[in-house]
């Protein structure tokens, strides 16, 4: 079963750019699409954007001014990149694939504690 | 765009069905088929329980059953056992191409 790993600094300082990557462990990695969710201790799910080896990314309107993806197909990586980070960024970070017939996140990783604070 | 409506909680008995609803617009829930529902039990990742309104991906017992009327889709876990015991969250793909959640239902047995 494909194996999806976030890794991110754990602590970022405001204002500051997030970075993180998400990486595969299979070949589902070109043949999927794959989308970035957090979620603030204690709250409920937002989902951040949507990426894909062969097409544009799609992100969250209301996240959209600051984030950036990218792609290491060498790699099977996906990198996410947020800019000018407040506290209200403090949240559990997924990547999770979306599943054969396009609909719901069937493959998720474990997750990655973000957070931001001086 | 805001996220779908969902009870706060919902409880019931073991043995017993409960119903989760996610309210939407015509925009997002009313607009596709695409309604999927998951489960995430605390410090875990969700799971995937429902996709397409009414599909459960392989591995995923058979009582859990996803339905939508308009812009409304629903969840009913049949037979509550006390591993249902979760956080429950509905998502929806819109029609400007984006992925919304609800906020979430606390499942509790009595």
Redesign the interface.
């Known amino acids: 079963q494909v194996q999806v790993q976030e890794s991110g600094p754990g602590l970022v300082k405001p204002s500051e750019t997030l970075s993180l990557t998400c990486d595969v462990s299979d070949d589902s990695f070109n043949s999927h699409y794959w ?1 970035w ?1 957090r979620q603030p201790a204690g709250k ?4 951040i954007g ?1 990426m894909y080896t062969r097409g544009t990314p ?5 996240l959209q001014s600051r984030v950036t993806t990218s792609i290491d197909t060498a790699k099977n990586q996906f990198s996410l990149k947020l800019t000018s980070v407040t506290a209200a960024d403090t949240a559990v970070y ?1 990547c ?1 694939r979306v ?1 054969e ?6 493959i ?4 990655t504690v973000i957070t931001v604070s001086s | ?1 805001s ?1 779908l409506t969902q009870p706060a909680s919902v409880s019931g008995s073991p043995g017993q069905s409960i119903t989760i609803s996610c309210t939407g617009t015509s925009n997002d829930v009313g607009y596709f088929n ?3 529902w ?1 489960q995430q039990h605390p410090g875990r ?4 329980l ?3 309104v009414k ?1 459960r ?1 392989s591995g995923v017992s058979g009582r859990f059953s996803g339905s939508k009327s308009g812009n409304t889709a629903s969840l009913t876990v049949s037979g509550l056992q006390a591993e249902d015991e979760a956080d429950y ?1 509905c ?1 929806s ?1 819109t029609n ?9 239902t606390k499942v509790t047995l009595l």
């Open positions: 989308g969710i409920g799910l937002e989902w949507r799609a992100y969250n309107p209301s997924y999770a599943g017939d396009g609909d719901g996140f069937d998720w990783g474990p997750g | 765009q996220a695409f309604v999927s998951y990742p969700p799971k995937l429902i996709y397409e599909n991906p969250y998502s793909y400007i191409a984006t992925v919304i959640f609800g906020g979430g």
